[in-house]
């Protein structure tokens, strides 16, 4: 059994709705780790965006790659890493 395309395409947009949410709930738990050196109270997901996808690409798992996914969707992530690398 391969990757399926059409099941995730179909996860992901039946988590749109939720992607607000979840930017307003901050950080999965998974990935609080690796903001050791942050207040987390204070992180802004829209302000550090380049922070929290360098650190979610680098450690996260693959559902906290597909919250990052929702929250600042393919092309930010795509920006990120044409600018970065």
Not at 35 to 54: G, K, R, T
Request: net charge neutral.
């Amino acid at each position: 059994m391969g990757y399926n395309i059409k099941k995730e395409k179909k996860y992901i947009l039946s988590q749109k709705r939720h992607s607000q949410l979840d930017a307003q709930a901050g950080l999965p738990p998974g990935l609080m780790i690796h903001f050791q050196e942050y207040d987390l109270s204070q992180l802004d997901l829209n302000d550090c965006a380049d922070l929290v996808i360098q650190r979610t690409l680098e450690f996260g798992t693959w559902e906290e790659t597909r919250w990052l996914f929702l929250i600042y969707g393919a092309e930010r992530i795509h920006v990120f890493l044409r600018q970065r690398g």
